[in-house]
C-alpha cells in the first residue's frame, strides 16, 4: 500500500489537470517511484513483512528453490490487496482532478502501465528483460560479496535501482516490473466510480503481469547458477 500510494500518487501529480505537480515529467515520476520503492521497503521490514514487495519474486522463489508455497501465497494476497488500497487512497486524493482531466487514457495511466507503442511481444520481452534485470541487480546488493553493511541499506539502494530502471528501461513500457503493481491498481480503475473513466485495458494487463513472472524466474536460475 505504502510503495502504491506513493507511486501512483507521483504519477496523479504528473498527468492530472490543475495538479500542483503537473507536466512535471519523466524525472519526477521516476524519483517519485524510487522513494515509494524505498519506503515500501522501509515499512515492510518494520512491520515484520517480506523483503519483497513484488509477487514475481516470490513466485520465482517457489520455481527456483522451493520456498514455502503457504507464507509466500499470504504474502501475494497481501501485496494485492496492498495494491488495491493503495490506488483507493490515490483516487480520494486526487477526487476534484478526474472530472477536470479529459484525457481518460491518462486517467487509466495513474493506476496501470501501458506500451508507448503497442506490441504485445516486444513490450513483453522488454517487461521481462527489466525484472531480469531488477531481480539479478538486487542479488548482488544482498551477495555476500557486497556485505551486511550494504544489506543494511538495503531500501535505499533498491529504490535507487529503481530510478535508474526507470530512467533507463521505462520508456517502451512504462517499467511494471511488478504483477501486485500493476494488476491491483488495474482493478480498482474498473471498480471505483472514477469521474469520465474509459475502459481498464484488459487486453494489455496480462503482459505486464507475465513478463515480471518470466523475467525473475529467469534472474533467480541465473543468479542461483552464479552462487548470488
Same mark, same amino acid.
Given at each position: ?13 504528473? @498527468? ?13 515520476? +521516476? /524519483?517519485?517511484?524510487?522513494? %515509494? ?8 521490514? /518494520?512491520? #515484520?513483512?517480506?523483503?519483497? !514487495?513484488?509477487? /514475481? ?8 528453490? #522451493? ?9 501475494? %494476497? ?12 490515490? $483516487? ?10 479529459? =484525457? ?12 508507448? @507503442? ?7 520481452? +522488454?517487461?521481462?528483460?527489466? +525484472? ?30 529503481? $530510478? #535508474? ?7 517502451? +513500457? ?7 503493481? =500493476? ?8 471498480? !471505483?466510480? @472514477? ?5 481498464? =485495458? ?10 515480471? @513472472? ?15
Amino acid at each position: 500500500m505504502t510503495l502504491i500510494v506513493l507511486g501512483l500518487g507521483v504519477v496523479a501529480n504528473v @498527468i492530472l489537470s490543475k495538479s500542483k505537480g503537473q507536466n512535471g515529467g519523466w524525472i519526477v515520476i +521516476t /524519483a517519485g517511484w524510487a522513494i %515509494a520503492v524505498m519506503s515500501g521497503l522501509f515499512v515492510s521490514t /518494520a512491520l #515484520g513483512g517480506p523483503s519483497s !514487495l513484488n509477487p /514475481a519474486i516470490i513466485i520465482a522463489g517457489f520455481v527456483t528453490s #522451493g520456498a514455502n508455497l503457504l507464507d509466500g501465497s499470504f504474502a501475494i %494476497a497481501g501485496q494485492f490487496v496492498g495494491a488495491f488500497l493503495g490506488a483507493v487512497l490515490v $483516487w480520494l486524493i486526487y477526487l476534484p482532478h478526474w472530472a477536470e482531466t479529459e =484525457d481518460k487514457n491518462l486517467k487509466l495511466a495513474v493506476f496501470s502501465t501501458g506500451p508507448a @507503442i503497442r506490441n504485445p511481444l516486444a513490450n513483453l520481452m +522488454t517487461e521481462t528483460i527489466a +525484472t531480469f534485470v531488477l531481480v539479478f541487480i538486487v542479488g548482488a546488493i544482498f551477495s555476500n560479496a557486497v556485505g551486511m553493511a550494504a544489506r543494511g541499506m538495503t531500501p535505499i539502494l533498491v529504490g535507487g535501482l529503481t $530510478w #535508474g530502471l526507470g530512467l533507463s528501461l521505462g520508456g517502451p +513500457t512504462g517499467y511494471a516490473l511488478n504483477p501486485a503493481r =500493476d494488476l491491483g491498481p488495474r482493478i480498482a480503475h474498473f471498480v !471505483l466510480p @472514477i469521474s469520465g473513466k474509459g475502459g481498464s =485495458d484488459w487486453s494489455y494487463s496480462w503482459v505486464p503481469v507475465v513478463g515480471p @513472472i518470466i523475467g525473475a524466474v529467469l534472474a533467480m536460475l541465473f543468479r542461483n547458477s552464479l552462487g548470488l
